[in-house]
C-alpha cells in the first residue's frame, strides 16, 4: 500500500525551502518528488537591470553558506567580458580567500549534516566555532563576515592586512588538529558508519549522465575538478589533486569533503609562501562601467557545491541576459533516482550528503 | 565507540565559545560595514550614491544645512544591503559606513533615515 | 519494610514523590547545562542564578497555554493517554524500594517492574495513533516495533541478576551485593541491560521516537502545550526510573561507608543519568532496522551467554 507523505517547506532537515512528496511502501521510498522555487528572488532578472558591478551584492546572496565563491564567478566573468585580467598578486589573495570559503562551507555542511543523522547539534556546535574562526579571520580582510563584496575588476576591494599570514598559520594549524577529532570522532561511531556506508549509492555512469559535479561526483568515482581541468589563477603552478572515492554512498561523499578541507589547507599554505609582492586592488566602483569587449562569455568555476558557469551576453553598461548554472540544482534533480529503492530514514543521509543550500537551487 | 566518547568528556573541559550577548559584545575591524553617518558639511550632493545603489535604498531629499537648502541622501533601512557601494563613491567621503549595527526601531516609519539623523 | 501505621505511608508517598519532582528538575537543568557546556556555549543562564529557574519557566508558560485537539483526533485516547503515561511512571517508581527504612519492596517487584513496563509502548502508540497524523502514526508505530527487540534481552539480562540473588525482591538483590556489585559479577549482563535500558527509555541512539530532524517531534507533533509538559515529565521520570533500576540491581544500590543510603542511592543515579546525557552528546541516531538486527543477532545471545555464565559460574 502506496502512502504519500509530504516532508514540508518547512521541516528541520531540508536545509531551506524544499518540499519533497515522498511516495513510500511501508518503509521503503518508490519515488520522491522535488517541490522547489519558494525560495527564487529573480536573480538573473535583477542583473539585467543594474550595471555590471552594481549585480555583485546579489550574486552573493545566490549562495549564503559560501558567498566569495559566487561573487568571484560573477565578477570573472564580467572580467572577460570587459579583456580585465587581474593583477598576479590578485590571483594569490582570491584563492586563498577562496579556499578559506570553502572550509568554512564544508563546515557547514559537515554540521548540519550530522544534524540531520540525529546527532542532536555536538557536532553542530563544534564545527560552527571553527567556522566562525575562519569567519572572524574573512572579517579582519574584508569587514564583513558574510556578504563580503570585496571582488573588484582586476582585484580585490582591500588588500591582507599586514599580519595575515601569521593568523591564517595559526588558524590553519588549529583547523588541522580539529580535522582529526572530527574524523575520529565521526569514523570511530559504529553507528555513524552504519548510517553512511551503503547508503544512497550513485554509480559512475549514472553521476555522468545526471549531471552532478563537485563532490558527489567526485565521490562516484570520477577524477573531474574544474581546479584543475579548466584551472584558473594559480592553481596549475599549486599542484592540485583532486580527491576522489570510488564507492559513491553518503560515506565517500563525506570523506571526499573531510579531504577536500584538508587539501584547502595544503593549498593555502602553499599559496602564502608563493604570493608575490606587489599590489592587489582592482578597479574602484565608477559611475560609468569600462569598456565591454566581448558579447558573450561563459566562465566557469569549482564552487563549494559543485560546477558553478555563468554564460553572460553583454551589452554596454549592463549585462542583456545572465544565465547561472547553479550547482545544488543539479545535484537535486539527481536525488530521485539515488533515493529509489532506500529506507525513509536514509532520505535525510542521502540530502544532507548532497549538500544543498536551497537559495543556490531556486536563485 | 569509545573515542566518540573521550572527545565529548574532553570538550566539557574546554572553554565556552559564546558570547553573552548583550553584556558581552564582539570587536569589529575598522572597515566593518555597518550603519551610514553623513557628514553634511562636506557633502557636495551630487547623487553619485543615489545612483550607484543597487537597490534604489537611497533618495536625494531637501534639507536644511549650514550653506543653505539641498539635497542630501536620506536611506531606508529596510532596503540597504550594507554592500558599501555608496562609500566608494562618494567623491568627498562624505558617506561612510560605521561599526555601529544595533538599529530596532518599534515603529516601521522610523527606518527611513533622514540625512539629519544619520550620525 | 513493613508499613506498620499509616501516617508512615502517608510520610513515604510524600517523600517519594518530593524525591521524584527533585529529581527530574536537577536533571533537567543539568542536562541542559552539560550538553551546552560540552558544545562550548552556555545554556540557559538568564533565568535564576546559573539557569536554574529555567526549567520552571518553561512549565509554567506551558501549562498556561491553550490546549488545542485536531480535529481528526480521537479526543477521549488523546487527552488521556499521556496523564495515564506519567501515572505509569510514578506508580513504578513507588514499586522500588529506595533504602532499607524509605520505600516497600514486595516479593515480586522486580517481575512486576518489567511486566508494568512494558505498558508504555502501548501507551505511546495510542497517544501517536489518536492524533490523526500521518508523522505521529509513524513515529508510534516505530516505538511499538522498537520495544519488540529490547523487552527480551532486557528481562533476559534482569533474569541473570534475579538468578544469583535467589529472589525478585529488590531489597534482597541489593543486600546480596554486599561483598561486591553485580557490575563485576556480570559485565556482560551489565552492558546488556544498559544498552536495552538505552532503547527502553528511547534516549539516543534510540531515540527514534522523537526523530526530530525527520519526523519533527514524532508523537508529540500535535500534542497542545499542557501534555507538552506532561510529556517533558514522562521522560525524566523514565530516566529517573531507568537510573534508579540500574543503580539498584548492579551498582549495590543504597550500600557505602559513611553516608546515609539514601544519598548513595541517589548519588549513583546522578552518575547513570550523567553517563546517558554523554552519550546523548555523542551519538548518531539508528536506523530502525539496524536496531532491530543489533537486538536480535547481538544482544540477544549476549543476554543469554550471561545467563549461561552466571548459572555456571555462581550457582551451586
Avoid at chain 1, 36 to 48: N, P, S
Avoid at chain 1, 92 to 98: G, P
Avoid at chain 3, 139 to 149: C, E, H, P, T, W
Avoid at chain 3, 211 to 233: C, H, K, R, T
Wanted: net charge positive; charged share 20%.
Amino acid at each position: 500500500m502506496l502512502t504519500r507523505i509530504n516532508v514540508g517547506p518547512i521541516h528541520p532537515s531540508t536545509h531551506g525551502v524544499l518540499r519533497l512528496v515522498v511516495t513510500l511502501d511501508g518503509d521503503t521510498i518508490v519515488d520522491v518528488e522535488p517541490h522547489v522555487g519558494f525560495l527564487h528572488r529573480g536573480v538573473e532578472k535583477l542583473a539585467e537591470n543594474r550595471m555590471y558591478m552594481q549585480s555583485e551584492s546579489y550574486m552573493e546572496k545566490i549562495d549564503y553558506a559560501a558567498p566569495m565563491a559566487y561573487s568571484d564567478l560573477y565578477v570573472a566573468a564580467v572580467e572577460e567580458a570587459m579583456g580585465i585580467h587581474p593583477k598576479e598578486r590578485a590571483k594569490y589573495v582570491r584563492l586563498i580567500l577562496l579556499e578559506f570559503q570553502r572550509i568554512a562551507s564544508h563546515l557547514l555542511w559537515l554540521g548540519t549534516f550530522c544534524n540531520d543523522l540525529g546527532q542532536m547539534f555536538t557536532m553542530f556546535m563544534w564545527t560552527m566555532k571553527d567556522r566562525d574562526l575562519v569567519l572572524n579571520l574573512l572579517q579582519d580582510v574584508t569587514g564583513s563576515r558574510m556578504f563580503y563584496v570585496n571582488m573588484r575588476l582586476g582585484g580585490v576591494s582591500i588588500d591582507l592586512p599586514p599580519n595575515f599570514e601569521e593568523h591564517a598559520n595559526k588558524l590553519l594549524d588549529y583547523l588541522e588538529k580539529r580535522f582529526k577529532d572530527y574524523e575520529a570522532f565521526l569514523e570511530k561511531n559504529p553507528v555513524f558508519i552504519e548510517r553512511t556506508k551503503g547508503v544512497g549509492v550513485l554509480k559512475r555512469e549514472d553521476a555522468i549522465a545526471l549531471g552532478v559535479t563537485g563532490p558527489v561526483l567526485r565521490a562516484s568515482g570520477v577524477n573531474f575538478d574544474v581546479r584543475r581541468d579548466y584551472a584558473y589563477y594559480a592553481y596549475e603552478k599549486l599542484h592540485f589533486i583532486p580527491q576522489v572515492q570510488t564507492r559513491g554512498d553518503s560515506f565517500a561523499r563525506y570523506k571526499v569533503r573531510m579531504q577536500e578541507m584538508k587539501e584547502s589547507i595544503k593549498l593555502i599554505r602553499d599559496a602564502l609562501k608563493l604570493m608575490p609582492e606587489g599590489d592587489a586592488l582592482g578597479m574602484p566602483i565608477k559611475l560609468i562601467s569600462p569598456p565591454v569587449k566581448e558579447s558573450e562569455v561563459i566562465v566557469r568555476r569549482e564552487l563549494p557545491r559543485g560546477e558553478g558557469m555563468i554564460f553572460m551576453v553583454t551589452d554596454k553598461q549592463r549585462p542583456y541576459r545572465l544565465a547561472i548554472r547553479a550547482p545544488a540544482f543539479i545535484n537535486l534533480s539527481a536525488l530521485r533516482y539515488i533515493a529509489k529503492g532506500a529506507r525513509y530514514a536514509d532520505l535525510f543521509s542521502i540530502l544532507g550528503s548532497l549538500d544543498l543550500v536551497m537559495a543556490d537551487v531556486d536563485r | 565507540m569509545l573515542r566518540p566518547i573521550i572527545k565529548t568528556i574532553k570538550a566539557l573541559g574546554e572553554n565556552r565559545f559564546t558570547t553573552t550577548f548583550p553584556e558581552e559584545k564582539e570587536r569589529q575591524p575598522d572597515n566593518y560595514r555597518g550603519l551610514h553617518r553623513l557628514d553634511i558639511e562636506t557633502c557636495i550632493s551630487c547623487g553619485a550614491c543615489e545612483r550607484i545603489c543597487p537597490n534604489k535604498t537611497i533618495t536625494m531629499v531637501d534639507a536644511n544645512t549650514s550653506k543653505g537648502r539641498r539635497k542630501l541622501p536620506q536611506i531606508d533601512l529596510e532596503r540597504c544591503l550594507f554592500c558599501g557601494l555608496c562609500e566608494e563613491v562618494c567623491p568627498t567621503h562624505a558617506l561612510t559606513l560605521t561599526k555601529n549595527y544595533e538599529y530596532t526601531e518599534f515603529d516601521r516609519r522610523r527606518f527611513t533615515r533622514r540625512p539629519e539623523e544619520l550620525r | 519494610m513493613l508499613i506498620d501505621s499509616f501516617g508512615r505511608l502517608v510520610v513515604e508517598v510524600i517523600v517519594i514523590f518530593i524525591l521524584i519532582v527533585f529529581f527530574d528538575y536537577i536533571f533537567g537543568w543539568l542536562e541542559r547545562k552539560s550538553i551546552a557546556k560540552a558544545q562550548f556555549r552556555h545554556g540557559p543562564t538568564y533565568v535564576g542564578k546559573f539557569g536554574i529557574l529555567q526549567n520552571l519557566a518553561d512549565i509554567v508558560k506551558l501549562l498556561a497555554k491553550e490546549n488545542i485537539i485536531p480535529k481528526n483526533a480521537d479526543k477521549l485516547v488523546f487527552s488521556t493517554a499521556p496523564l495515564l503515561l506519567l501515572a505509569l511512571f510514578i506508580f513504578l517508581i513507588y514499586l522500588l524500594p529506595f533504602s532499607n527504612s524509605l520505600g516497600i519492596a514486595i516479593s515480586v517487584g522486580l517481575l512486576a517492574i518489567f511486566v508494568l513496563l512494558s505498558f508504555a509502548p502501548l501507551l505511546i502508540f495510542l497517544t501517536g495513533a489518536a492524533s490523526g497524523n500521518k508523522f505521529s502514526l509513524i513515529s508510534a508505530q516505530r516505538s511499538v516495533i522498537m520495544s519488540l527487540a529490547y523487552e527480551v534481552p532486557l528481562i533476559l539480562s534482569v533474569a541473570a541478576v534475579a538468578l544469583y540473588a535467589g529472589s525478585f525482591n529488590i531489597a534482597n538483590i541489593v543486600n546480596s551485593q554486599a561483598k561486591i556489585p553485580f557490575i563485576a559479577l556480570m559485565p556482560i549482563g551489565f552492558i546488556v541491560f544498559f544498552i536495552a535500558m538505552l532503547a527502553e527509555l528511547e534516549r539516543p541512539p534510540f531515540d527514534l521516537r522523537e526523530a526530530d530532524s525527520e519526523l519533527i517531534a514524532g508523537w508529540l507533533v500535535d500534542v497542545g502545550a499542557p501534555y507538552y509538559a506532561v510529556a517533558l515529565f514522562v521522560d525524566y521520570t523514565r530516566m529517573f526510573l531507568g537510573s534508579l533500576l540500574i543503580s539498584l540491581l548492579f551498582l549495590g544500590g543504597w550500600l557505602g561507608p559513611y553516608l546515609p543510603s539514601l544519598i548513595w542511592l541517589l548519588i549513583k543515579a546522578f552518575v547513570v543519568a550523567v553517563v546517558v546525557v554523554i552519550i546523548r552528546a555523542t551519538t548518531v541516531r539508528m536506523r530502525l532496522d539496524r536496531l532491530m538486527r543489533f537486538g536480535w543477532f547481538w544482544l540477544l545471545p549476549l543476554a543469554v551467554l550471561n545467563i549461561i555464565l552466571t548459572f555456571m559460574l555462581f550457582v551451586k
